[in-house]
């Protein structure tokens, strides 16, 4: 029986880097960094390359976006939304990875996910040593501002890693918010009353479909097989990660047979876009935050949308649209 350690010698995930991958990160600029520094961000960047090579073979529909900001200390690239920090070291002999407190706990610096890798320049090759999620590395212990992890608490089965990616939102894996952010967000959270657009009242930020002027192929799907259906439609804004595209989230509502029951649909649609950009999700989730569908967008996909279901008055439940690390959430009382 081996050991984890001795597991992760035997079949290490290895990849070559070629002639090309040196020129590209040789191209990064160092800055006036020390040379202890200009060390580190060229081993980060060439564990980025190989990582970036990695995911492109076994994610190839996934969208990859890098950032060189923090070369110097840490890798970051996202993938399908999820945000990965990466630590390269020419060597892990002695089992040991110091990752500063910061790029854990501050808000804006925190990932979904942390990979180690081991970069051996002169044989060309970047070993992946380990992949976990960010809220199972915080109860390690600390020392002098950082975290002293050990490399088992790296998860060396790197299909966990590609399973995540595949099958889960963005919102799966909490990240560290603001206090005081959350609480703002918290005290001036607005819920829409979905009651009121039976009397044609529709909330502020809601438009009713013939106002969204979308695309005539968008509005013709919107408006197909409607009878006593109610629409409206929200622009929303999911920012500088989704190139600032904006979306609408359509919701629908039917009465139905069943006493009060009213049948509720939502949808995703382009605006002034053919198609929804990729890896874009919506989710259904419950008044307490537990996620009941989601349904995640592919390459060219001109809409998405939940299953129906049906709900009494006074039920209360959320809409979640999440992409590229950005997350809209919409919270509905029938």
């Not at 010698?9 to 800055?31: H, M, N, R």
């Not at 299953?307 to 209360?316: D, R, S, T, Y």
Request: glycine share 6%; charged share 25%.
């Amino acid at each position: 029986m081996f050991t984890q350690s001795e597991f992760r010698l035997l079949i290490p995930e290895e990849i070559t880097l070629s002639e090309l991958d040196y020129a590209l990160v040789q191209t990064w600029p160092a800055g006036n960094l020390p040379e202890a520094d200009q060390w580190q961000a060229y081993l980060n960047g060439l564990g980025l390359v190989a990582f970036e090579n990695w995911l492109g073979d076994r994610l190839p529909e996934k969208r990859r976006q890098r950032d060189l900001t923090h070369l110097p200390q840490v890798a970051y690239v996202t993938v399908g939304g999820f945000k990965v920090c990466l630590l390269a070291q020419s060597d892990y002999l002695d089992e040991q990875v110091l990752w500063p407190q910061e790029y854990l706990e501050q808000p804006e610096l925190a990932a979904h996910f942390y990979g180690i890798v081991e970069v051996d320049e002169e044989a060309e090759t970047v070993i992946l040593r380990g992949i976990s999620r960010g809220d199972r590395l915080q109860t390690a212990p600390k020392r002098d501002g950082h975290y002293c992890f050990s490399l088992d608490h790296f998860d060396a089965e790197l299909n966990h890693f590609l399973a995540d990616c595949r099958y889960l939102s963005p919102a799966a894996i909490p990240l560290p918010v603001n206090a005081l952010a959350e609480l703002r967000t918290q005290v001036t959270e607005t819920i829409t009353k979905l009651g009121n657009w039976f009397d044609n009242v529709l909330d502020q930020g809601w438009q009713a479909l013939d106002q969204l002027m979308l695309p005539e192929a968008q509005l013709a799907f919107a408006t197909r097989n409607l009878s006593e259906d109610i629409q409206a439609g929200k622009l929303l804004d999911l920012g500088l990660s989704l190139g600032n595209e904006q979306v609408v989230l359509l919701v629908t509502l039917a009465p139905t047979d069943e006493d009060d029951k009213v049948r509720i649909q939502a949808r995703l649609l382009p605006f002034e876009a053919e198609y929804l950009p990729a890896d874009l999700s919506i989710s259904l989730k419950s008044k307490s935050g537990k996620v009941l569908q989601t349904i995640t967008s592919r390459q060219q996909d001109s809409y998405i949308q939940l299953k129906p279901f049906k709900g009494v008055p006074g039920k209360v439940f959320q809409v979640e649209v999440s992409g590229d690390g950005c997350t809209v959430n919409e919270t509905f009382e029938i």
